[in-house]
């Protein structure tokens, strides 16, 4: 096949679009473009007016699923393959395989695939350190970020612990519940009655023979 020319300088981070026939390929049709994918590429081979080798590393799947996407990339400061999906970041593993079992049993088409020039991790700052908060801690944002500069920002992960989520979940699960009718929460325990009290207002002040009601 005929290589496409590079126009400009060669960039850190090399994009390849990959085009499917189907939204819901068979397991075997995952596997068998899995297999063939590369994990290192010399770029000089891939691009035409590359004149030295250029070697590049994978180093992220884009990748669709259920009218969904999702990201996988590689965290050059652990080594891991760290899987971005809306808020939730995971660990898939820290070898290929791990990936492409990942893909395989999730049945996850990838749609980009981004492999980044090696000894490129020193590369100038992001432009998306210059967000706010919430706009640099999007799965994309850091997934891309990941990918370009050879690792996340621990100041860009997800702050919300797993403890911290159930209990959240929790209680909006009690609020909805009493909401729609179901199980409400538990009334508080009545005050203990002090020794003496009066048994029809609950007056330590006199006794119930002496009550005014």
Same mark, same amino acid.
């Given at each position: ?131 706010? #908060?919430?706009?640099? &801690? @999007?799965? $994309?944002?850091? +997934? /891309?970020?990941? =990918? *370009? %500069? !050879? ?6 992960? #997800?702050?919300?612990? &797993? @403890?911290? $989520?159930?209990? +959240? /979940?929790?209680? =909006? *699960? %009690? !609020? ?20 003496? =009290? ?16």
């Amino acid at each position: 096949p005929r290589r496409p020319s590079l126009s400009g300088a060669l960039p850190d981070v090399f994009t390849l679009g990959l085009i499917w026939d189907s939204a819901k390929p068979s397991k075997e049709q995952l596997s068998a473009l899995l297999s063939h994918m590369d994990t290192q590429i010399d770029l000089a081979k891939v691009l035409h007016g590359v004149d030295e080798a250029a070697p590049a590393s994978l180093c992220c799947l884009v990748c669709f699923y259920s009218a969904h996407y999702c990201a996988i990339v590689r965290d050059a400061r652990s080594g891991s393959w760290l899987h971005f999906d809306d808020s939730s970041v995971s660990v898939v593993g820290s070898t290929w395989a791990d990936v492409r079992f990942k893909c395989h049993s999730s049945k996850y088409q990838p749609v980009l695939v981004l492999y980044r020039q090696v000894g490129t991790d020193d590369s100038p700052p992001s432009p998306l350190g210059s967000l706010p #908060p919430a706009a640099a &801690s @999007s799965w $994309a944002n850091m +997934a /891309t970020r990941c =990918a *370009a %500069r !050879g690792g996340i920002d621990p100041t860009t992960r #997800p702050t919300t612990t &797993s @403890s911290k $989520a159930s209990a +959240a /979940t929790r209680t =909006a *699960a %009690r !609020g909805t519940a009493g909401k729609l009718g179901g199980v409400p929460d538990a009334p508080p325990a009545p005050a203990k009655r002090g020794p003496g =009290a009066c048994h029809n207002c609950d007056d330590p002040a006199h006794e119930s023979r002496d009550c005014p009601k």
